[in-house]
């Protein structure tokens, strides 16, 4: 799966520490989702979607990585 | 906006607290064994009674220690448990195989020795910290 986290993330501003604190995972977690080696669960993805203000498809894509 | 450097939220305050339950469990654990282990030469000179005290608070802390683990497990986050579920199976795995091989090996003469479960809870021990930091590795 593919997904747009570093890329919205960098707009933000934001580490991936940040990050790993607004979504409560560790900063490796948030690493190994933007490198495409660890798939996030649903209810993981519905709060990074809140926090962008986006919907599920507008960040993570059915592809392979 | 956070800042990561200065604020530590619930979720992080929380792993904390369940990592550091853990290890005073775990050292509560490793204690009341060696107490146990040599209690009856050291301290009450072979008395059933005492070895029978020694194991049962043994048996008691090592509970408390599964309960700390349990809650540090469900503390963590969905990569960090899936990693920990691998270790765990692998460690399984091989402490079950290995196990029943040296215990083949004692059963057939092939070894002089008698088969310690001490050689297989140290296996599974080195074999979960590997599979933990290779797995970890293999994340990033």
């Known amino acids: 799966m593919k997904n747009r986290l570093r890329e919205l993330r960098a707009e933000k501003g934001w580490t991936q520490a940040d990050l790993a604190l607004e979504l409560d995972v560790s900063r490796q977690t948030i690493n190994a989702i933007e490198t495409g080696k660890f798939d996030p669960s649903l209810p993981l993805a519905f709060k990074a979607a809140r926090i962008f203000g986006l919907t599920i498809e507008e960040i993570f894509r059915d592809e392979p990585t | ?140």
């Not at chain 2, 509970?63 to 691998?86: P, S």
């Open chain 2, 1 to 140: 906006m956070r800042n990561s450097s200065a604020e530590k939220t619930p979720w992080v305050r929380q792993q904390l607290v369940n990592r550091n339950r853990l290890a005073v469990w775990t050292a509560a654990y490793v204690l009341t064994m060696a107490l146990a282990s040599f209690g009856p030469v050291f301290l009450w000179d072979g008395a059933v009674a005492g070895s029978v005290l020694a194991i049962g608070l043994n048996t008691c802390v090592g509970a408390g220690m599964i309960w700390a683990n349990i809650r540090n497990l469900l503390g963590l986050d969905e990569m960090q448990q899936r990693l920990q579920l691998e270790a765990m199976g692998i460690s399984l795995g091989v402490g079950l195989v290995a196990g029943l091989s040296y215990e083949n090996l004692d059963i057939s003469n092939v070894i002089v020795s008698h088969a310690q479960i001490s050689w297989l809870v140290m296996l599974m021990g080195v074999t979960y910290l590997a599979t933990t930091l290779l797995r970890a590795r293999a994340y990033q």
